[in-house]
Structure formats: structure tokens, C-alpha cells
T-cell receptor, first 114, second 113 residues
């Protein structure tokens, strides 16, 4: 158990809908990261937050947004869902969000868009 | 640009050593990681190495880094059936205060009894 929690574990929804994925970092970690794992794209970095502020952005679609709250938990919002958004979404956390930090991953949320 | 490559599949017999290989392209100082993913599970950190090191050993795991060739390997000694999983090599990328990971495609390790 990495100490990173993600809810829900599974999510099934329809095209065009909007969903919210939630992540709680390890105790003491200030930075959270979101990654998407799909069969065709592999594991891709989406976005990073540090202490409530966006710090780095990767291959995140405009239909997707995220935020980190004062209690340090983070939410990833996916809207206007398409079939291709079906994937495993991972959250990771680290102490300071620095290049040298080790990232610990949560169990993931499996999103299925029908 | 940043890219990490791995072979896709490796099959070994129980008790043999497994060697999983990875190449990366970032030429700056970096941190390199090995993660393990079992079916239906998340990513478990196995070990990591800084780019100024050549080798790191942690129980049955040995990481070797050839900086000149940008080649990283993970050796698992006395491989067990419980080691069957997908192994991901990852490189940290970005500036000093950002830490996104660039992952390889993953190597599926099959351990035959």
C-alpha cells in the first residue's frame, strides 16, 4: 500500500458525460500528479500540482481539468467524454514535486466510456 | 525529445535470472525508476538510480546504468512466479522543481514454473 488513495476504483459512463476522479496523497506529500494509462498511448503524464498550484502540464486535453484543494487532495475532471477516454487514470504523490522526488502511485481509477 | 524504450516481452524459468532492458534519450542529469504493475493493480515502485551512479543493488534486484549508451537494466535474481508482472522503466524529466515521469511501454515478464 503506497498510501495514495483514489476513488472510485471503477467508473462506467456514457459518451458526452462528465466525471470526477478523486485522489488523496500520502500524508506529508505536497505534490500530486495525474497519469493516464491506455492501450494505445501507454502511460502518459497529464498534470502536476504542488501545494494547490499547477506546476507542470503534459498531454492533457482541453476537455480535462484538475485542481488541488487546500487539504491537498486533488480532483481530475473529465468532460464531454469520448470512447477513447477509456483508460486507467493514476494519481501519484511526492514530497516536494521536485525532479529528484520519488513518486508513489495510487491504485488507479478504471474509466470505461460506453 | 524525451523517449524511453523497452522490449515488450520476456519469458524465463523459475529460479533463473531475468534481465529487463531500457534505453532513454534525455541527456541531462536525471533519475531513473523501475515500477512493477501486477494485473489489475497500480504501479509499485521497485527501485531507482541517479544518473551519476553506475549500479545499485537492493536484495534480488540489481540496476545497471550505462550513461554513455543511455541504457538501463533491471536484473531480478532467482526469479519467482510472483515476479510475473509488467515492468516499467521511467525517467524523470523537467526542470528542478517539476517531476513528470516519462515511461517506457512496459516489459511483460512471464515466469514459467
Amino acid at each position: 500500500d503506497s498510501g495514495v488513495t483514489q476513488t472510485p476504483k471503477h467508473l462506467i459512463t456514457a459518451t458526452g458525460q462528465r466525471v470526477t476522479l478523486r485522489c488523496s496523497p500520502r500524508s506529508g506529500d505536497l505534490s500530486v500528479y495525474w497519469y493516464q494509462q491506455s492501450l494505445d498511448q501507454g502511460l502518459q503524464f497529464l498534470i502536476q500540482y504542488y501545494n494547490g498550484e499547477e506546476r507542470a502540464k503534459g498531454n492533457i486535453l482541453e476537455r480535462f481539468s484538475a485542481q488541488q484543494f487546500p487539504d491537498l487532495h486533488s480532483e481530475l475532471n473529465l468532460s464531454s467524454l469520448e470512447l477513447g477516454d477509456s483508460a486507467l487514470y493514476f494519481c501519484a504523490s511526492s514530497v516536494q514535486g521536485a525532479l529528484s522526488d520519488t513518486q508513489y502511485f495510487g491504485p488507479g481509477t478504471r474509466l470505461t466510456v460506453l | 525529445g524525451e523517449d524511453v524504450e523497452q522490449s515488450l516481452f520476456l519469458s524465463v524459468r523459475e529460479g533463473d535470472s531475468s534481465v529487463i532492458n531500457c534505453t532513454y534519450t534525455d541527456s541531462s542529469s536525471t533519475y531513473l525508476y523501475w515500477y512493477k504493475q501486477e494485473p489489475g493493480a497500480g504501479l509499485q515502485l521497485l527501485t531507482y538510480i541517479f544518473s551519476n551512479m553506475d549500479m545499485k543493488q537492493d536484495q534480488r534486484l540489481t540496476v545497471l546504468l550505462n550513461k554513455k549508451d543511455k541504457h538501463l537494466s533491471l536484473r531480478i535474481a532467482d526469479t519467482q512466479t510472483g515476479d510475473s508482472a509488467i515492468y516499467f522503466c521511467a525517467e524523470s524529466a523537467g526542470s528542478s522543481n517539476t517531476g513528470k515521469l516519462i515511461f517506457g511501454q512496459g516489459t511483460t515478464l512471464q515466469v514459467k514454473p
